[in-house]
């Protein structure tokens, strides 16, 4: 059985993505493929379980069968690295990850471990990736953004780590480089592997559209909560525009799949943003969604007109300040029912990744 583990130098150097794309490219090779997360952080409940949201994602999208439990053994939550510095058994946490690859490796015929950050992550449990990789004897893809010479050292040093536990590092994935420097940072970068004796696997050109939030993680990310039109939640989000200005000055903001952020008392503004949807007063005017700021309600019967709009509103009870805040610092995952994300995901992997090369090392 071969094993392969995806680790990246940094936090959302695109691992998830690459990961998903690689799960749906490489089981047209290897139809008994199986995935894992040893270790995980971002977690959710799911089937009497709290289970890390990668592995949600993998299982309903490439319809794996194996245990929720299983594909994560270990869910690092609040609490659980003071509780383990304290009085944590190392030797109890590695044979449940053991326990769990056996079972779920079983008649694979390649196991895809993903990882939790840079090599160096979960040592302060003595779970780092580069121990978790030694200890299921996987081969190592790293995964790093787009550049010259931070991605290189940062490179350099996860590798140190690896070679350190005596994990062989395959190569690596170059992600999100910017259309318009990609051949000048694929030539040069390429180069400058070589000469450090890594393999370049590919180089991924950044991809917009996956960056793009829908209102549900908005809301999740703002805590607000859903004033109207819930049924338009998988709306995405391109344009964030907080209008705390005049009308007729808000509205030259206005591009397509905006958001916008907005005092609940402004019903100028409110008014303006919802004539302007029903009206399509231009073709680049569309609205993904409104959140209401400071816990406030506009008069009733602005109301009523709100809930006819075809996109959601919310309420947030944060001032405008705190709302923007918490929506600028959110997360944006991909999610089982983003089917268009999905398929960007595989694609680039399938058309920027050397997968016989890759297959041909591991």
Same mark, same amino acid.
């Given at each position: 059985?071969?094993?392969?583990f995806?680790?990246?130098?940094?936090?959302?150097d695109?691992k998830s993505?690459l990961?998903?794309?690689l799960?749906?490219a490489?089981?047209?090779t290897?139809p008994?493929?199986?995935f894992?997360?040893?270790?995980g952080?971002?977690y959710?409940?799911?089937?009497?379980y709290?289970i890390?949201?990668?592995?949600?994602l993998?299982?309903?999208?490439c $319809?794996?069968?194996?245990n929720?439990a299983d @594909?994560?053994? %270990?869910?690092?939550?609040? *609490?659980?690295?003071?509780? #383990?510095?304290q009085?944590?058994?190392?030797?109890?946490?590695?044979?449940?990850?053991q326990?769990?690859f056996e079972r779920?490796?079983e008649?694979?015929?390649?196991?895809?471990i993903e990882?939790?950050?840079?090599?160096?992550?979960g040592?302060?449990i003595d779970?780092s990736?580069?121990?978790v990789?030694?200890?299921?004897?996987a081969?190592?893809?790293?995964?790093?953004?787009?550049?010259i010479?931070?991605?290189?050292?940062?490179?350099?040093?996860?590798?140190?780590l690896?070679?350190?536990e005596?994990?062989?590092?395959l190569?690596?994935v170059?992600?999100?480089?910017l259309p318009?420097?990609?051949?000048k940072?694929k030539?040069?970068?390429e180069r400058?592997l070589?000469?450090?004796g890594?393999r370049l696997f590919?180089?991924?050109?950044? $991809?917009?559209s996956?960056?793009y939030?829908? @209102?549900?993680? %908005?809301?999740?990310?703002? *805590?607000a909560?859903?004033l #109207?039109?819930?049924?338009y939640?998988?709306k995405?989000?391109d344009?964030?525009?907080?209008?705390?200005?005049?009308p007729?000055?808000a509205l030259?903001?206005?591009?397509?799949?905006?958001?916008i952020i907005?005092p609940g008392?402004?019903?100028?503004?409110i008014l303006?943003v919802i004539a302007?949807?029903?009206?399509e007063?231009?073709?680049?005017?569309?609205?993904?969604?409104?959140v209401l700021?400071?816990?406030?309600?506009?008069?009733q019967?602005?109301l009523k007109l709100?809930?006819?709009?075809?996109?959601?509103?919310?309420?947030?009870?944060?001032?405008t300040?705190t709302?923007?805040?918490?929506?600028?610092?959110?997360?944006?995952?991909?999610r089982s029912?983003?089917e268009?994300?999905i398929k960007?995901?595989?694609?680039?992997?399938s058309?920027?990744?050397?997968?016989?090369?890759?297959?041909?090392? %591991?």
């Amino acid at each position: 059985m071969k094993k392969l583990f995806v680790a990246a130098t940094r936090q959302n150097d695109g691992k998830s993505t690459l990961c998903l794309g690689l799960l749906q490219a490489l089981r047209k090779t290897f139809p008994e493929i199986g995935f894992m997360k040893p270790v995980g952080q971002h977690y959710i409940k799911r089937e009497g379980y709290e289970i890390d949201e990668d592995v949600s994602l993998m299982k309903d999208v490439c $319809r794996v069968k194996d245990n929720l439990a299983d @594909m994560n053994p %270990i869910v690092v939550k609040k *609490g659980f690295t003071e509780e #383990y510095i304290q009085r944590g058994d190392k030797e109890e946490l590695i044979q449940k990850i053991q326990g769990a690859f056996e079972r779920i490796s079983e008649n694979k015929e390649l196991m895809l471990i993903e990882g939790t950050g840079h090599a160096g992550v979960g040592a302060v449990i003595d779970l780092s990736n580069a121990s978790v990789a030694k200890l299921l004897g996987a081969k190592v893809l790293l995964v790093s953004i787009g550049g010259i010479g931070r991605p290189i050292d940062e490179i350099m040093i996860n590798k140190a780590l690896f070679d350190k536990e005596g994990v062989e590092v395959l190569g690596v994935v170059i992600n999100k480089v910017l259309p318009d420097k990609y051949e000048k940072i694929k030539k040069i970068t390429e180069r400058g592997l070589e000469k450090k004796g890594i393999r370049l696997f590919g180089v991924i050109p950044f $991809r917009k559209s996956l960056t793009y939030p829908t @209102m549900e993680q %908005i809301q999740g990310a703002s *805590g607000a909560k859903i004033l #109207y039109g819930e049924e338009y939640l998988n709306k995405k989000v391109d344009n964030i525009l907080v209008a705390a200005m005049e009308p007729y000055h808000a509205l030259e903001y206005i591009l397509p799949h905006s958001l916008i952020i907005v005092p609940g008392d402004r019903e100028d503004i409110i008014l303006a943003v919802i004539a302007g949807s029903k009206l399509e007063i231009e073709d680049g005017f569309e609205i993904s969604g409104m959140v209401l700021s400071g816990g406030l309600k506009p008069h009733q019967r602005i109301l009523k007109l709100m809930k006819n709009c075809n996109f959601p509103i919310l309420i947030s009870d944060g001032d405008t300040y705190t709302t923007t805040k918490r929506i600028h610092g959110r997360r944006v995952k991909i999610r089982s029912s983003d089917e268009d994300k999905i398929k960007d995901a595989e694609e680039l992997i399938s058309q920027y990744v050397n997968l016989k090369e890759l297959i041909r090392q %591991i």
